[in-house]
């Protein structure tokens, strides 16, 4: 077995999802991060499980092996493999974590087992060392919306999070109701530019309440129903534009008005932002604002690293290994939800 060690190189796989992912560290440094995306999913208006996880099937093999040409690396130089083990789909996650333990046995590797979202809460250490604990994690994406407390690699603890849709997942079904395509977010996000966020007053479901958690299901509803009851027939082109300013602005307020809340009561120096829909524009200004405003900087790993990718597995995972944890080659995929802390 390799000793792990800072210069020890890892290979990191990521199949949660949709996407399939390799990426290679060598010491800090990261040397590659493949993202293979199965858009085939988009005619579908969502994920379809099964055939997510024959995808993954097929393209994996050549995934690893362009992350590692693109390292100029082979497998004999990889000293340990990270792989994400949970949460997600159960069958693209049992593709990802066999072929990782296929790989760990040849090789006689140790193997560590990575949660997706500990991936995504230390996704911005992967540009940037320099963020000081304790800091503020808001992960949002299609399949989460959580508030973390992260005090080291080591503790974190979930502060919050939605009790029905996420918000990513607000956008996608907000988006398919307005005849929009999928994913969401984006469509909204460009329409929401040309169009009035007061348009109309949609609801900000828990804004006030005095807790982190999130409840995005509301949102959805009170835009079917202004279509149905006021509109009373399909949004012109202005209508809709305004419909998609407003429904962002009322999850735009949500999210920055709690997780400044958050990282007020919290004593969290900095905030750190992660998932699919730290892209959208609207989010990242008044973030940014509403941060300094209180002295809080604001950090978005690049887009390759907020939406599912390995580098951010491996970015945790190389943490891991550095502090001895490693997995046993039995260990199981996850399908319970996420522990607040580990180890
Ligand atoms: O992290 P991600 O790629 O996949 C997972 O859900 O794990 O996130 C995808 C989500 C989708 O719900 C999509 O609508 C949303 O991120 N999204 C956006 C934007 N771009 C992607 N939401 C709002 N504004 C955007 N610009
Ligand atoms: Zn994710």
Do not use: W
Request: charged share 20%.
């Amino acid at each position: 077995m390799h000793q792990f060690t800072e210069n020890s190189t890892l290979l990191a796989i990521e199949s949660s999802c949709d996407e399939t992912s390799a990426a290679l560290y060598q010491g800090g440094a990261l040397k590659s991060n493949i993202i293979s995306s199965q858009m085939f999913h988009t005619k579908f208006g969502g994920i379809v499980p099964e055939l997510a996880s024959r995808a993954h099937v097929q393209h994996i093999g050549a995934v690893v092996r362009e992350a590692l040409n693109e390292a100029g690396l082979a497998m004999q130089d990889v000293d340990a493999i990270a792989v994400t083990q949970a949460p997600g789909l159960a069958g693209s996650l049992v593709v990802g974590t066999n072929f990782a333990k296929g790989l760990a046995l040849r090789y006689n590797l140790p193997i560590v087992a990575v949660n997706h979202v500990e991936g995504h809460i230390y996704s911005a250490f992967i540009e940037n060392t320099a963020i000081a604990f304790p800091f503020l994690a808001l992960i949002v994406s299609g399949g989460h919306t959580s508030l973390f407390f992260v005090e080291s690699f080591e503790r974190y603890t979930a502060v919050g999070s939605t009790r029905d849709d996420a918000a990513g997942e607000a956008f996608d079904k907000i988006a398919k109701l307005l005849g929009l395509g999928y994913p969401g977010g984006i469509h909204i996000d460009r329409l929401a530019k040309e169009g009035r966020a007061d348009a109309v007053a949609f609801p900000r479901s828990m804004m006030r309440d005095d807790n982190f958690d999130f409840s995005f299901s509301g949102l959805k509803t009170a835009v079917r129903t202004y279509c149905q009851k006021t509109l009373a027939a399909p949004p012109n082109e202005q209508q809709l534009r305004d419909i998609c300013a407003s429904a962002q602005e009322a999850i735009v307020d949500v999210l920055v008005h709690k997780t400044l809340k958050a990282a007020e009561n919290l004593g969290a120096k900095d905030i750190v932002v992660a998932g699919g829909v730290a892209a959208n524009s609207r989010l990242r200004v008044r973030l940014q604002e509403a941060a300094a405003e209180t002295g809080r900087s604001v950090f978005i790993p690049a887009m390759s690293y907020c939406t599912d990718n390995a580098a951010m597995i491996g970015c945790i995972g190389r943490e891991k290994l550095l502090r001895g944890v490693q997995s046993p080659l039995t260990f199981t995929i996850g399908v319970g939800s996420l522990r607040a802390r580990y180890r």
